[in-house]
């Protein structure tokens, strides 16, 4: 009752509004789709070294097995939510693999996804001494 008036009964509290609008929600649904897009350009590339690719490899296998973290039997009527442990080994999956990958491949691939020229951060300039 501290933050309504004295003489004032409290009120029932106001339905949150989303705290993201939905073109931001579609901006995520984008990014982990692009993530997803560089992440499969990434395992077929061969500059990219064996170990960053057994990330995917690892965590499909994980995804795909019996074994849970979150088995069904245990959650009981939340069960449906036994689905976000994959969801999450997904999301650290993908993330953790283009990190594992090669910085300038990783760049030069997002630079061919998105369509942008290859020397999009090169500024021609000249320059002159001054004494």
Known sequence: MSDNAPNQLPTRRQPVDP???????????????????????????????????????????????????????????????GVTDDLGVALLVLNLFVQAAPPDVVSEMLRQMRGRPQDDDVVDGSAEWID
């Open 19 to 81: 705290s993201r609008p939905p073109a931001e929600r579609v901006g995520m649904l984008k990014a982990l789709y692009e993530r997803a897009v560089l992440t499969w350009r990434l395992l077929w590339d061969p500059r990219v070294g064996f170990w960053p690719k057994l990330i995917p490899v690892l965590g499909a296998a994980y995804i795909i097995s019996p074994v849970d973290l979150l088995p069904a039997f245990l959650m009981g009527p939340l069960a449906p939510l």
